[in-house]
């Protein structure tokens, strides 16, 4: 009996962390897209990858989690630029990106 609820503990858990990564990432994803909509450049293979992941602490004391995901774009179509999508729970952080070359 204590067996049988350790494990559905287990699975909701593990349901729970993939359900909150997925929305973690459509999130990223949807943020990437318009900034690189905005900087006039190519999003690559519509992907963000997640790459850390990271308990912080918020300005409140609240504790959350803080997630990197790398995405790949191009400027001239030649090339390809990293960069970088940090998250802090559902909200967007940051977006760096690599120095790129652009048309003139």
């Known amino acids: ?8 503990a287990l699975l909701l ?3 729970l962390y993939w359900f909150s990564w997925q929305q973690a990432r459509e999130i990223a994803l949807a ?8 900087l006039e450049v190519q999003m690559l293979d519509e ?16 504790i959350g989690v803080r997630r990197r995901f790398s995405f790949e774009f191009s400027s ?10 940090i998250m802090a729970g559902r909200r967007i952080e940051s977006i760096q990106m690599e120095p790129y070359r652009f048309d003139d």
Do not use: F, K, P, Q
């Open 1 to 8: 009996m204590l067996d049988d609820l350790v494990l559905i």
């Open 47 to 62: 992907y963000v990858a997640l790459t850390s992941m990271r308990l912080y602490r918020d300005s409140t004391g609240r």
């Open 13 to 15: 858990g593990a349901s």
């Open 76 to 85: 001239t179509g030649n090339e390809r630029y990293n960069g970088v999508c």
């Open 31 to 38: 943020a990437v897209r318009t900034h690189c909509l905005n």
